[in-house]
């Protein structure tokens, strides 16, 4: 159902809204989301839900959030489950022992503290892993050794983070003593990158991790060489008792529809090894950033903006499932749901998942964000991990591409760090995602439910 | 003295030996530099002096050069200091804990078992640490946050190595409890780089250690945020006992000189952090593979070309000093020497010291040089730090000059692995290499003894 509300003040046209050439330089001039960013991987850190820093960035934001001008700002509390990493070494032994970095993946069991040690069996797939069956598997430390492209809308992560998350149930089905899997990333440093994996429904629950991509190349020619590999694993991780955290939400309310919301989300969450600058402190900044703008008294918009910093996006999604639950009577009410979670690169096109006024919807967002030199493209919106539990109430979505072709660099690993942050490139993004924010919130076009179901 | 030998078989011309056009394709094709890194990376491991895979690198090493044609192969003994590295953690203690990367300096002595806790004075140099005086610095930790410049003749590490030698010595005289530096290095990776220091001859031998570049921007901020930063340093390194080491010497016996030797050197050792790759596997790698070419029985010398493999390059020096003085009796009669220990770039400039004859030797070197796009260049030749031994002699040195542009990236930290190693780059390296020492080896032109003094 697409609704136009003939009653509604005359539209602003979206070129207006942004007003026209120098829109980007503008935008960088004026974001604080590079400053923002900066405050909160300083002032609390590395933040895994749950931990001391996940409560310290709680209390940054709300702090923030309150120094911006929202309103209505509160945490929802959120019960997460836990993990730590402890000690984690990986060692070739043999002839030649080598080091390897490694990192453990989310949730993992831990092994005994004398570790696991095995003959390595290298496979380059999940589906080649299967195909060998129990026989070669039974006893081994299985390698999956899948590389992740580089690509600029992120694509290549589905495949090789499907591995990371799968590997150890598969190979624990098949008898496999321990994983590792070449990490997740598009980059040759020695830092190992971690994440989330989960274990199946059966008994087998095997140590997972990640070795660096040059340590991975090494154990390939390892295991290449002919005479068998033997790898000693050892992990301290586990899973500690669930604990509390919350999501954290301020809004700017509607002028004319408060009613109707407009969800820019992202989390405030982060991985342990770095300090969640891109992943996802970038996103947070770019969110706040916009309330920021429209929460300025001359900037109000139409509908009410809703910023909500999800927590535990990264090892269980407990934030956003929260939310789904906390709010599902107003869902009907959300006209739009975007989720910056793409680190801090420019937004370089814009996509929209919704009903009957999709179309109108885009081609108003692709001339807003023309001065940005994105565009809208026909391919649907994701929506972003946090949106997910949204989707069957057919919350629309709109995604703000951002140039990921270096985030995969850093994502995951320790160095996620601030200085990975580029200030021209995320002022740009904030820019971006205000010009379409702001059409969002007040255009008079109120895009229909999303359809359920892929894509 | 520049003897002209009248009576020696015409000169092949220097284009005549590096063949014109076309030689660094061919050089590229028939180099085995990069699988000799792969293989003493992978079959060593990280060597540093003394350690068990210090022997396995001198046993590598004599096995190679008997399979690639050297003569009077042998390992000729060397005792060198050892250090061994243990446990090493920094933390910003305080309202917001940050986990910081850190790597003990080589030599440093570590700290008590709790660490050591104090708090942070930041100065950008060491005349800066001097003018502060006791005062300011008792019982501190000082920061040295000093920024390597990225150059393409490596220029840059100059001044910061200086500070990673000399900074534990300056701060432990002035009362400090102890030092971290900023890592000397071009790179922005949470992988501190690490590299020998020294005490002086005062009391005070206070911990020393290098912070990544990421995590000295950290304490940068935390020091100039106004309240004040503590961190707390724990290092578990220690010397041990001097033990045995060697250098690694091959020859091909010149056919018609075989008293002239040209040495060309490389080290053995490495630091334990990464494998050594660049530094100084591509070096051993780059004067292997200059000697198995010219081991070909159709291309022998006229002069002796000498392959030495130095221990203990990283952390005293004792390989160049033993080197120096078992030799000293032929000294005279080393009509050059040249250390490939500059990574895996391409060459682009040659530079000698010598005395008379030095401007004649400059242009057939340039000569040779030019199919490789690598010029001839007035300023004197350093030498490397395994000759430095042999300067008193007068033995004239040439420098092939490699692009260092991205090599303190990877230098002495986690980093440096093969897979930094490009295939093509030292190809040509190793190409240019071959071209130079021919010359060296066959021209009729003997070059005056060098020099003392600088540069």
């Excluded at 300090?275 to 929460?295: F, K, M, P, S, Y």
């Excluded at 909500?308 to 999604?317: C, H, I, M, Q, S």
Aim: glycine share 10%.
């Amino acid at each position: 159902v697409v609704s136009i509300d003939h009653t509604a003040s005359p539209l602003e046209s979206a070129a207006a809204i942004v007003e026209g050439g120098g829109a980007v330089q503008r935008a960088i001039a004026t974001s604080k989301a590079y400053e923002l960013v900066r405050a909160l991987t300083d002032e609390a850190g590395p933040r895994p839900a749950g931990s001391p820093a996940d409560a310290r960035a709680v209390a940054w934001a709300l702090t923030t959030m309150r120094a911006i001008g929202l309103e209505q700002v509160r945490a929802e509390p959120v019960t997460v489950e836990r993990w730590e990493r402890g000690v984690e070494t990986a060692e070739l032994v043999g002839a030649t022992p080598q080091r390897l970095a490694v990192t453990a993946l989310g949730n993992s069991v831990g092994t005994p503290p004398e570790g696991v040690e095995a003959e390595v069996i290298e496979v380059p797939s999940l589906d080649a892993l299967d195909a060998l069956g129990r026989g070669p598997v039974e006893g081994k430390i299985v390698f999956v050794n899948a590389t992740t492209a580089r690509t600029r809308d992120g694509s290549g992560y589905g495949a090789t983070s499907l591995v990371r998350r799968q590997a150890a149930a598969r190979a624990g089905a098949l008898g496999a003593k321990a994983v590792v899997i070449r990490s997740v990333g598009t980059d040759h440093n020695r830092l190992p990158h971690t994440g989330s994996m989960r274990y199946g429904q059966g008994p087998a629950r095997v140590p997972a991790a990640a070795l660096s991509a040059p340590d991975a190349d090494l154990l390939h020619r390892a295991v290449a060489s002919g005479s068998p590999a033997r790898l000693r694993l050892v992990l301290g991780c586990k899973a500690l008792p669930e604990g509390p955290s919350a999501n954290v939400v301020g809004e700017v309310i509607g002028s004319e529809r408060p009613d109707e919301i407009v969800l820019i989300g992202a989390h405030l969450d982060s991985w342990d090894l770095g300090t969640g600058a891109i992943d996802d402190g970038a996103g947070c900044a770019i969110v706040l950033d916009v309330a920021r703008q429209l929460a300025r008294p001359e900037a109000r918009p139409r509908r009410t903006l809703r910023v909500v910093l999800f927590a535990n996006e990264e090892n269980g999604l407990s934030g956003a499932k929260a939310y789904a639950e906390a709010h599902k009577a107003e869902l009907a009410r959300h006209t739009a749901a975007l989720e910056a979670d793409a680190g801090a690169g420019r937004v370089y096109a814009v996509r929209v998942r919704a009903g009957e006024g999709a179309e109108a919807l885009r081609s108003a967002l692709g001339a807003a964000l023309g001065p940005f030199s994105a565009v809208a493209v026909a391919e649907a919106a994701n929506g972003g991990a946090d949106l997910r539990p949204l989707r069957p109430a057919g919350v629309p979505f709109v995604d703000l591409a951002q140039d990921m072709h270096e985030y995969f660099d850093h994502h995951h690993s320790a160095n996620d760090t601030f200085d990975k942050i580029d200030r021209d490139a995320i002022g740009q993004a904030a820019g971006a995602w205000a010009a379409a924010v702001r059409v969002l919130t007040d255009s008079p076009l109120t895009p229909g439910r999303a359809p359920e179901g892929p894509p």
